[in-house]
């Protein structure tokens, strides 16, 4: 049975194509990442899904459930964990956890070993028993994880889990992500970073205004992309020279974006000493030389033609502020 | 059932949790008992028999409702902040009853007000109060209260989910409390006042509902200052709190679905 299956999903917010006939579908037990820019529909789509707003067209069904006839069937079967961590301030992580439990319809003593479960799992079985004011930004989003877990939904929905919190946190946030996974639970992720995305999720779809542009394995998309990159800033002066030393190496002209000047490292840190010594030998030294992964502008830049841009209010301040 | 138990229980937590919301909820009600009777209290005749402290006596079934409807505000607050920080939608994709939202909003309101009541009639014992008919009657007024209170938290749903944002919805909360509380029989009696306020006075619910509570705590040789008998003014009380719940709850309703559609 396939987790999601959705075809054509439109939705418009007046002149605004937030989902413009998007079709996604995977299987059980696998992660997909759902990676775009801001703006580019992600937010609209998780919301979609999980029975927040009811597309205009389009049909889905959320673990076998269809998502028009029957959305209470599809809540009861996923868990949600938005852009900004839903808990409550002012009561504690172990309450808050335990109050999402009683509205999944667990009882008492359900929700209570289950609490301590989830809560054990995200490490914060030692804080929660504090009022949540008292938890840093990245122990919120965990919060917010367990919550959206304790319910053991067969769909977890995570929309940009690690957005606006510090690497830390971050590197944490992931390694909680992997091991969930490890369990076999089945996830939706959206995400702004390419980095997040090859690190968790199985499979990729790369969304842009409000369209599925591309999908398919971290290394299919890379396989696009060319890989890796070697990138140098130089002097305007020594800038021609520069190209010309680039073209020997890649045997192409380097991509010039600002001030910087690319070529793909296929040979990765081998094509980086060749870079090296061709400036080098032109006496040329660069401001700064980098071997690079593919960004999401990369990734924007070769699927579409235009960078990843911020042209658009973030989906979910459109969506909460619409009356 | 459990559900609205369930958000009932989170909203009051929040209440004792805050110390501005228990603070607000409970000196500030305080505060206006002693500054009316002690302030005012002297220069108002009210003509309940009941020795030097007689202003208590008027005051106390008054500053009741007075607390309920400035204690609603707290549902239109709240509902706005939830709206801001994305607890709503996690409510909303919960395989809960949605209603369980709004009716666990206004149910805290009750509970909170069962507890500001119970203090108020203790400051107020202290300061002369007296129930001169019996515990029952004075019970059942205590319940007519905090039913008037339950439907003005409905007023206060619609109100927030109306403006969306906790600014704003403090602001527009306010402003049909103050000409409902103050022209009314409240601090003061109506006949106090020039004719055409009296006319809205003695006919809006604030006042009709203040004055049923009054009428189950004062004593019964008193009661012809009320205007209305006591039985009239029960039925009158009771289909106030039905129409304005009739009418705000699915108001609030309809403004909820279109606050988070």
Redesign the interface.
């Known amino acids: 049975m396939n987790a999601v299956e959705a075809q054509n999903i439109v939705k418009h917010f007046g002149d605004t194509h937030a989902l413009d006939g998007v079709s996604i579908q995977f299987e059980e037990g696998i992660v997909y990442g759902l990676l775009g820019p801001n703006g580019a529909g992600k937010t609209t789509l998780i919301r979609v899904l999980t029975t927040l707003l009811t597309p205009d067209s389009g049909s889905a069904s959320v673990a076998g459930v269809d998502l028009i006839t029957d959305p209470v069937g599809v809540r009861r079967k996923v868990g949600l964990a938005g852009q900004f961590a839903a808990v409550d301030e002012h009561q504690t992580g172990r309450e808050n956890v335990e109050m999402v439990g009683r509205l999944y319809n667990l009882n008492r003593e359900e929700t209570r070993s289950r609490a301590d479960e989830v809560l054990d799992r995200i490490n914060l079985a030692e804080v929660a028993d504090l009022q949540v004011k008292t938890y840093s930004g990245g122990m919120r989003r965990k919060l917010d994880l367990a919550a959206s877990m304790v319910g053991r939904p067969e769909v977890l929905f995570l929309d940009e889990p690690t957005t606006g919190i510090d690497p830390a946190s971050r590197l944490a946030l992931w390694d909680l992500i992997e091991e969930m996974v490890d369990g076999g639970t089945t996830l939706l992720l959206t995400t702004q970073y390419l980095e997040e995305a090859d690190r968790l999720a199985d499979r990729i779809g790369v969304i842009d205004h409000g369209k599925l542009i591309a999908e398919g394995t971290s290394d299919e998309l890379k396989a696009t992309l060319g890989g890796d990159v070697v990138e140098i800033h130089v002097h305007n002066d020594d800038r021609a020279l520069a190209v010309e030393c680039l073209t020997r190496v890649a045997g192409e002209e380097p991509k010039a974006e600002g001030g910087s000047l690319s070529i793909p490292a296929p040979n990765g840190s081998r094509t980086l000493t060749a870079v090296v010594r061709e400036l080098d030998s032109a006496a040329i030294e660069p401001r700064d030389i980098a071997l690079r992964k593919p960004t999401l502008n990369d990734v924007f830049l070769t699927l579409t033609g235009h960078k990843a841009e911020d042209e658009r209010q973030p989906d979910t301040a459109r969506s909460r502020r619409r009356g | 059932m459990?559900?609205t138990a369930?958000i009932t229980?989170?909203n009051v937590?929040?209440f004792i949790?805050?110390p501005q919301l228990l603070l607000f909820s409970t000196v500030q009600p305080v505060m206006f008992l002693l500054l009316f009777n002690y302030v005012f209290g002297g220069a108002i005749t009210t003509g309940i028999p009941a020795g030097p402290d007689e202003y208590i006596n008027w005051l106390i079934p008054g500053i009741l409702i007075q607390s309920a409807a400035f204690g609603a505000t707290a549902t239109a607050l709240g509902l706005t902040e939830d709206?801001?920080?994305?607890?709503i939608?996690?409510?909303?994709?919960?395989?809960?009853a949605r209603s369980a939202v709004l009716t666990g909003r206004t149910l805290a309101d009750l509970v909170r007000n069962s507890f500001v009541f119970s203090l108020m009639l203790v400051v107020g014992y202290l300061m002369g109060w007296r129930f001169e008919q019996g515990f029952w009657k004075m019970a059942l007024g205590f319940g007519v209260a905090l039913l008037f209170g339950y439907s003005f938290s409905w007023v206060m749903a619609a109100i927030g989910l109306a403006v969306?944002t906790p600014e704003a919805a403090q602001s527009a909360g306010f402003l049909p409390i103050f000409p409902l509380v103050f022209a009314s029989s409240i601090f003061v009696p109506t006949s106090s006042m020039p004719d055409w306020l009296q006319t809205f006075a003695e006919v809006q619910p604030v006042t009709i509902v203040a004055n049923t509570v009054r009428s189950l705590m004062i004593p019964e040789e008193a009661l012809g200052l009320l205007g209305l008998d006591q039985g009239t003014l029960i039925l009158q009380s009771f289909a106030w709190i039905v129409a304005i719940i009739a009418v705000f709850a699915p108001l609030s309703v309809r403004q909820y679905k279109?606050?988070?559609?």
Do not use: C, E, N, Y
């Open positions: 459990i559900h369930v229980r989170r937590l929040r949790r805050i709206l801001g920080t994305g607890v939608d996690r409510f909303r994709s919960l395989p809960m969306k279109k606050a988070v559609g």
